[in-house]
């Protein structure tokens, strides 16, 4: 069956960096978009990032350019997370999601989500 | 940005009683070349990542009941749940996929 195993989440201080991945597995992975959309707490879905099946294209949110970066590893059934200058408003719990095959904007699976804080 | 607005943001609906949810995009979601809205509908218990329930604004996801529906067509939206059932308490999400950002309405908490 489908899966998405997100990992790398944790505490850290504001300014420091943290890398998410994300290992799928029961799927044909090189053929599938993948995104992290995130929830804080007491807050709705915000997207965060997404990345082709190819790793050919990328998009990001306004709140998040420049400060992550999203990658991935057709080799490996993996894409990764690079967050950078953490903030405190970066605290959420981050979804791994699969785009679908032919409509890469629409989301049909989530993975269970690890935790990101960030605080002094 | 196109920015969705749910309301209400909360509801208590009664079991077995009908249950509807509103969402109103900033622009159409309507793409002229595919005939179709960009339009998706989440379910999310607490505890667990969101569950896709609807598609193109109607389609109804794999195993998902049938008294889940969607109606609406370019910026106006509902998600109508026709026999509420105790399992359905949960936070509902529309969203936009027309283009990037990807962007979520603020959610509705369903309650009993």
């Known amino acids: 069956q489908v899966q998405l195993v997100e990992s790398g989440g944790g505490e850290v201080q504001p300014g420091m960096s943290l890398r998410l991945s994300c290992a799928a597995s029961g799927f044909t992975f090189h053929s599938y978009a993948v995104h992290w959309v995130r929830r804080a707490p007491g807050r709705g879905l915000e997207w965060v990032a997404v990345?082709?099946?190819?790793?050919?294209?990328?998009g990001y949110a306004d709140s998040v350019r420049g400060r992550f970066s999203i990658s991935r590893d057709n080799s490996k059934n993996t894409v990764h997370l690079q967050m950078n200058g953490l903030r405190a408003d970066d605290t959420a719990m981050y979804y791994c999601a699969r785009g679908t095959e032919s409509e890469w904007l629409l989301i049909d699976f989530w993975g269970q989500g690890v935790r990101v804080s960030v605080s002094s | 940005d196109i920015v969705m607005t749910q309301s209400p943001a909360s509801l208590a609906v009664s079991l077995g009683e009908r249950a509807t949810i509103n969402c109103k995009s900033s622009?159409?979601?309507?793409?002229?070349?595919?005939?179709?809205?960009?339009l998706a509908w989440y379910q999310q218990k607490p505890g667990h990542p969101p569950k896709l329930l609807l598609y193109?604004?109607?389609i109804r996801e794999s195993g998902v009941p049938g008294r889940f529906s969607g109606s609406g067509s370019g910026t106006d939206f509902a998600l109508t749940i026709s026999s509420l059932q105790a399992e359905d308490v949960a936070v509902y999400f529309c969203?936009?996929?027309?283009?990037?950002?990807?962007?979520f309405g603020q959610g509705t908490r369903l309650e009993i």
């Open positions: 193109w604004a109607s």
């Open positions: 990345i082709s099946y190819d790793g050919s294209s990328e």
């Open positions: 622009q159409s979601v309507f793409f002229r070349t595919s005939d179709k809205d960009h």
């Open positions: 969203q936009q996929y027309y283009t990037t950002p990807i962007t």
